[in-house]
């Protein structure tokens, strides 16, 4: 059983930056596992940001793409999502996911384990 913990959620401004972290229970990285982010905005469907795979591969939204950076720490078992030059359209909760497989997907369909989520909230 994998257990993720989001942290780093928080109230900017447009334009500013924000790092999300999420620490897993198990090796996730090195146990084959592939992580992303989501993130669930009020009445809208949960949507796939950026993901990244135990080779490094990593993929993204197109509405993110240049703005946000996923990455990982092996060695405290975290993954990270750093978010800039963020727009108020950025607003939701976010969340860390796993799933075991190395295909990179941003399809929550394929994720079997989510974390309680952190929510970001961006002012114009």
């Known amino acids: 059983q994998v257990q993720l913990v989001e942290s780093g959620g928080g109230s900017v401004q447009a334009g500013g930056s924000l790092r999300l972290s999420c620490a897993a229970s198990t090796y996730t990285y090195s146990g084959g596992y592939s992580m992303g982010w989501f993130r669930q905005a009020p009445g809208k469907e949960r949507e796939g940001v950026a993901a990244l795979n135990r080779n490094g591969g990593r993929t993204y939204a197109d509405s993110v793409k240049g703005r946000f950076t996923i990455s990982k720490d092996n060695a405290k078992n975290t993954l990270y999502l750093q978010m800039n030059s963020l727009k108020p359209e950025d607003t939701a909760m976010y969340y860390c996911?796993?799933?075991?497989?190395?295909?990179?997907?941003?399809?929550?369909?394929?994720?079997?384990?989510w974390g309680q989520g952190t929510q970001v909230t961006v002012s114009s």
């Open positions: 996911a796993a799933r075991e497989g190395w295909e990179l997907t941003l399809s929550r369909y394929n994720y079997n384990y």
